[in-house]
């Protein structure tokens, strides 16, 4: 079985490549990183707590 993460950046990113976040959901974690830095350990967190973040964003008017 493959350890490997499947990554994905997020649709609200900009094209000019900069400021980007990138997710990648695991069996029982969701993966969340700085595109620009991947060498970095991302953060990761219960599909509960990312869901609860996502309705937050989406309701967050900036």
Request: one cysteine or more.
């Amino acid at each position: 079985m493959s350890t490997e993460l499947d990554w994905h950046k997020s649709s609200y990113s900009g094209s000019s490549g900069d400021n980007c976040v990138e997710v990648a959901v695991g069996s029982e974690t969701v993966h969340v990183r700085d595109s620009k830095d991947t060498g970095i350990r991302p953060l990761a967190v219960s599909p509960t707590a990312w869901a609860a973040f996502t309705t937050q964003a989406a309701t967050t008017t900036p």
